[in-house]
């Protein structure tokens, strides 16, 4: 061979290589139920009239994660039983559940088509959470929030996912969160 293709065949092999290799990879062997797991908060210490974000690691097996075009219908955030409840309504496939109150705040899902030859899906998303979501509870008065004369509040939530098909993940109960009261 001349010098001027050994000096480019390295290049060459790797990427056949690379190409035959990747026509290998084994589809992930997910449940067709979402599995989801904490990772992160952006802040652990949130001002009340603040926005922030939970990072989730989510697997899904059948990939139907996310909808395409849906809109929220009228459902009550603080019933988690009846047929009213916003967890029958299928405009909505993320609930994060305030464990002071047992009421929820319903958001979606980005829509998510599988690429390739799999369907399973496995990535981080990012749930913002907005002000008006949550806000401290006064610690003399339980029942009384927003506004409140306590400094700071804790928080916990417990957040779950729903697939196109109706399959709910586990509800994951997240880490505390330290609310600051003005």
């Known amino acids: 061979m001349s010098s001027y293709k050994m000096r480019y065949f390295p290049f060459i092999y790797l990427a056949v290589s690379a190409f035959l290799l990747s026509s290998c990879v084994d589809n992930p062997n997910f ?38 075009n849906s809109l929220g219908m009228d459902c009550d955030p603080c019933d988690l039983v009846t047929p009213n409840s916003c967890i029958n309504d299928p405009s909505w496939d993320l609930f994060l559940i305030d464990d002071r109150t047992g009421c929820m705040a319903q958001k979606k ?21 907005n002000q008006g979501q949550y806000c401290c509870r006064d610690k003399q008065n339980p029942q009384l929030f927003c506004p409140t004369t306590s400094p700071t509040d804790t928080i916990n939530f417990w957040i779950f996912i729903k697939d196109r098909s109706g399959k709910h993940s586990d509800t994951v109960y997240l880490p505390p969160l330290i609310l600051t009261c003005n």
Request: no cysteine; hydrophobic share 35%.
């Open 31 to 68: 449940s067709d139920k979402p599995h989801i797991e904490f990772e992160k908060f952006s802040r652990t210490i949130v001002d009340q009239n603040d926005s922030f974000k939970v990072f989730l690691h989510v697997e899904d097996g059948d990939g139907d994660l996310g909808l395409e």
């Open 109 to 129: 899902l980005p829509f998510v088509k599988p690429l390739g030859n799999f369907e399973s899906v496995e990535g981080t998303i990012r749930v913002s959470i």
